[in-house]
């Protein structure tokens, strides 16, 4: 902001007329805009008090007053002063629980501190204690898993060793929340013993909100009882109840009750019922008469349980039996939820508490559904999304939405239930500010309430199958789309070089999240980068979008912009309990559809693809352990997905384009070309988008050709392969340095890699391919492979320098690239996304500008890979052929390993060449179907 820019809007600051006039009424007796300005921070802190003393009496016009507020502390100057007017904005919300609004006023609160050029830790640590106070408050646990970290190192850094102990049991609630019983009792553990060992003075430290011993100790209790720790859930909670006796605090009536219910969880009834007796008794001492009706009431409802009697108390109260209401749920006794949920529905109205009215009235929405009570059911769930809505909590709105969507489906009310899931994708962009990493926005796209999941599934039984495809395209392919669609709007030449920043920057962001280095300070610093390059592309000319339908007409041009006689696009897309697809064919001016649904489990899924894809791992010397693996695999798919095949048969098509989802992508597509006598060619693509781009981009087959030979000798056919590749290409060269490969690169017709590749789960960033014995690279995205196997940043004595899907998709540019063919093991594998889109070489290379990619999907053969490589380039027309269609190609290759026999395959490979047994060595799945054609066909 220019001075004359800031000083215009000092003179005239928003909202101050309508909303603030307690704290700013003074503000008109300033000319000068520095008196102004420093009367305007007077007014703020007036302001701030004013609602703070507000609070406890008049919340509602406290949080006006407080959001009000904010937008004029953004008038302040000074990057430090505007971070503690947010604070005590945030302090205003906190205190009234609006968790929501205080969480984004923290964010622009860390950002002003942190670009202070005075940066004061201790602020800093201050303010991010406070928003993963307020993010674990919203339940906000993926944004909040994000500033743990980061929470602990600005403690430690300021010497602040209270907010320590508080990110240590912020950890140990994450991994609770995570299903990590043993780091979660390792984190309150040492969250627990950290505060116990704070000083007087540090106590005293008025730097630090400093949360008591006891409350770490209740928190350590409910989550040991709730992970199934009991003896440590009753250890502390012991000390809790005896600390609470001896200072006479009436919080000693809770914790008898969280002893109990301790108890509870762990089948000890008896012991349960006695400690509610006593916090019964306890209780009117204390002045709480009401608590000692709960305690009994609870005491009542655990005794049922001993006498193995049905039990619903006549008057329940929310805070008491909602526990009980969700384990009804959860053992499926519809009737008695119905029955309890209805009066914990009546006592949480009553008392105000909305939390437990949302979810008592999610569960009865559900045991409605399966008791034949529709009408009853779909009123309370509508109230319920209309007050979660007042109230602005988007994602419980969500998370109901999707209940009376499937309350819909349950009753065959298909369209209804697409009308629901539409508004609550509307609902996505008020949350998305909370996903600062790629891999975070694509899970709110994609796994946020299994939303999109139950979209997509909708839209197929409702027969609905463009909307189904451009619904899956949104969920699988976001970042994807966003880094390549102004390639189609403007071209590649005018976009390239910002679309590599833009990539650099989500890549980083990517690799530090997956990697635990994500730091805010850099996450806010990158963040900004990100925005800026946004706005230079304009990427909003065609991008896919989730208000109205602007992404289902997107996703519609892009399968007419594919579409050709004879073709088809076949869409799948898995989610918990199915598989659901859809089959795009015929020419563009015509295109039709269908489809279907299989009930077909993750769990069943990932069992046959890790059974089959251990097994083809399992042996790569003679391929024994997986010559009938790959059988196997298509056997198991079929019987779940014989509806596809059936669809194929019936539409004929001469050339598919699958485009898998998750799992479904080890799956060995090439056996529909086997099944359905149509097919002469099958090709994969990430999504919809990328494969119109591929097909749109024109590519000349001939010119140079950069081959990455195997450096390593010991790839037996290696040498011959890149014979046989200068014999049918010419204009081969073999780059020496990374440097070179990538200059050379630029101009290629193809790449062509003959040596290592490996797929590196834990980062699939970090996968790539042997290039060069060079040592001469740093940075971020560079990494060497030693001698003994590790990968890192630095080289070492005999390392190789590995190129890295993150190079490819921020460095290696491919304007003039019609085919990259991988012909190393793996080279293919990606990892998934929680939506889905595929992380990987051949995704990196096409980003990158290739118009076609061969990759392998499980360790190649090095004997039949090499084969089969030499046949694609004795069809191809960019070798000694005349066949253009890569799918085809590859097809015709196919068929030729298939049928050679061992006398021809020892001539071609040498006499002293070790082959599978048999006339026709490779005439299995394992040799025949590892390499897949991504892209365009």
């Known amino acids: 902001m220019t001075l004359s820019e800031f000083r215009n809007r000092v003179r005239n600051p928003p909202m101050v007329k309508a909303y603030l006039k307690p704290g700013f ?90 670009r202070a050029d005075d940066h004061e830790l201790d602020l800093d640590a201050e303010l991010v204690q406070m928003l993963t106070y307020a993010l674990r408050a919203d339940g906000d646990w993926e944004e909040l898993r994000g500033w743990v970290p980061d929470l602990r190192q600005v403690a430690t850094e300021a010497g602040l060793r209270g907010i320590e102990a508080f990110a240590l049991l912020l950890e140990g609630m994450l991994a609770e929340h995570d299903g990590r019983a043993t780091e979660a009792i390792r984190a309150m553990t040492a969250a627990v013993e950290l505060r116990r060992s704070l000083t007087e003075e540090e106590e005293r430290d008025r730097r630090q909100r400093l949360v008591g011993l006891e409350n770490y100790l209740e928190a350590f209790g409910r989550i040991a009882g709730r992970l199934g720790h009991y003896a440590d859930a009753e250890r502390v909670q012991l000390e809790v109840v005896t600390r609470f006796l001896a200072s006479g605090d009436a919080r000693a009536v809770e914790a008898l009750r969280d002893l109990a219910m301790t108890y509870h969880l762990s089948g000890d009834d008896r012991r349960a019922i006695t400690r509610l007796r006593e916090a019964a008794d306890l209780a009117p001492h204390l002045g709480l008469t009401d608590e000692a009706a709960k305690s009994r009431k609870r005491a009542e409802l655990f005794a049922s349980f001993v006498d193995d009697a049905q039990y619903v108390p006549e008057e329940a109260d929310s805070a008491v039996s909602n526990d009980e209401v969700l384990r009804l749920l959860a053992a499926r006794q519809y009737e008695q939820v119905w029955a309890l949920g209805h009066q914990v529905l009546a006592e949480a109205r009553e008392s105000g508490q909305v939390d437990v009215e949302l979810s008592v009235s999610n569960s009865l929405a559900i045991a409605g559904s399966h008791t034949s009570r529709f009408d009853e059911a779909r009123s309370i769930i509508i109230e319920a999304i209309r007050i979660a809505n007042l109230g602005r909590r988007y994602r419980l709105t969500v998370n109901l939405c999707r209940t009376l969507a499937q309350l819909y489906i349950d009753h065959d009310r ?66 994807t789309t966003e880094w390549v669609l102004e390639e189609l709007n403007y071209g590649a030449e005018k976009t390239e070089p910002l679309l590599r920043q833009l990539r650099a920057v989500d890549v980083e962001l990517e690799l530090r999240d997956i990697g635990g280095t994500l730091t805010s300070a850099r996450m806010n610093e990158l963040a900004g980068q990100r925005s800026a390059l946004l706005r230079e592309l304009d990427p909003s000319a065609g991008s896919l979008t989730l208000e109205g339908t602007n992404y289902e007409l997107t996703t519609r041009r892009a399968l007419r912009a594919t579409a050709r006689a004879g ?371």
């Open 414 to 479: 298909h369209l209804d239930a697409i009308t629901v899931l539409d508004g609550a994708i509307a609902l996505i962009p008020q949350i998305w500010h909370a996903a600062k990493t790629s891999h975070h926005r694509q899970e709110m796209l994609a796994g946020l309430a299994g939303l999109l999941d139950l979209h997509a599934h909708t839209m197929v039984r409702a027969e609905d199958h463009p909307s189904f495809i451009a619904v899956t395209e949104l969920a699988r392919s976001r970042n």
């Open 567 to 937: 073709s088809a696009v076949l869409v799948l897309y898995a989610d918990t309990d199915y598989v659901s697809w859809s089959l795009a064919h015929g020419p563009a001016d015509d295109l039709n559809y269908t489809g279907g649904y299989a009930e077909w489990s993750a769990e069943e899924r990932h069992q046959l693809v890790a059974g089959v894809t251990n097994s083809v791992w399992a042996d790569e010397e003679d391929g024994a352990a997986g010559r009938d693996a790959v059988d196997r695999l298509w056997a198991g798919a079929r019987a779940k997905l014989g509806g596809i095949v059936l669809a194929l048969r019936e539409v004929a098509p001469e050339r598919l384009t699958v485009v898998p989802h998750e799992e479904l992508v080890f799956l060995p597509w090439w056996s529909l070309a086997d099944e359905v006598p149509s097919i002469r060619g099958v090709t994969l693509a990430p999504s919809v988008a990328m494969l119109q781009l591929c097909v749109q981009r024109d590519r000349a087959v001939h010119g140079p050709t950069v081959v990455v030979p195997d450096r390593t000798g010991d790839l037996t056919f290696a040498p011959g392969e890149v014979a046989a590749v200068r014999a049918a290409r010419g204009g081969v060269t073999e780059p020496k340095s990374t440097s070179e490969l990538f200059a050379e690169a630029r101009e290629c017709a193809v790449l062509h890699v003959s040596g290592h590749g490996f797929f590196f789960g834990a980062n699939p960033y970090w996968s790539g391919f042997l290039a060069t014995r060079d040592t001469s690279d740093r940075g971020l995205f560079a990494r060497y492979l030693s001698e003994t196997g590790r990968l890192g940043p630095e080289p070492s004595p005999g390392c190789h320098r590995v190129v890295t899907v993150a190079e490819c998709l921020t460095r290696l540019s491919l304007p003039r690239c019609a085919l990259a063919v991988l012909s190393a093991c793996e080279s293919g594998v990606p990892r998934l996304h929680a939506g889905g889109e595929l992380t990987g070489l051949p995704n990196a290379l096409l980003v990158a500008g290739c118009r076609s990619v061969m990759a392998s999907m499980w360790p190649a053969d090095d004997a039949a890979a090499s084969l089969l490589v030499r046949f694609c380039y004795d069809v191809w027309a960019g070798g000694l052929g005349q066949e253009t269609d890569l799918g085809v190609v590859l097809a015709m290759a196919r068929t030729r390993l298939r049928r050679t026999t061992r006398e021809e395959a020892l001539a071609a490979l040498g006499p002293h060449a070790l082959l599978p047994p048999g006339d026709h060595p490779f005439n299995a799945r394992l040799y025949t179907d590892v390499f897949h054609v991504f892209g365009a066909p």
């Open 25 to 114: 009424h003074d503000l008109d007796h300033y000319f000068d805009w520095r008196d102004r300005h420093n009367a305007l921070v007077e007014a703020v802190n007036r302001a701030l008090d004013t609602a703070m003393e507000a609070a406890a009496e008049n919340p509602w016009h406290a949080q006006l007053l407080a959001r009000a507020t904010a937008d004029v502390v953004a008038l302040v100057d000074g990057p430090l002063a505007r971070a503690t007017g947010y604070h005590g904005v945030a302090s205003v919300l906190i205190k009234v629980d609006d968790h929501f609004d205080a969480i984004d006023v923290l964010r622009k609160a860390i950002a002003d501190c942190r």
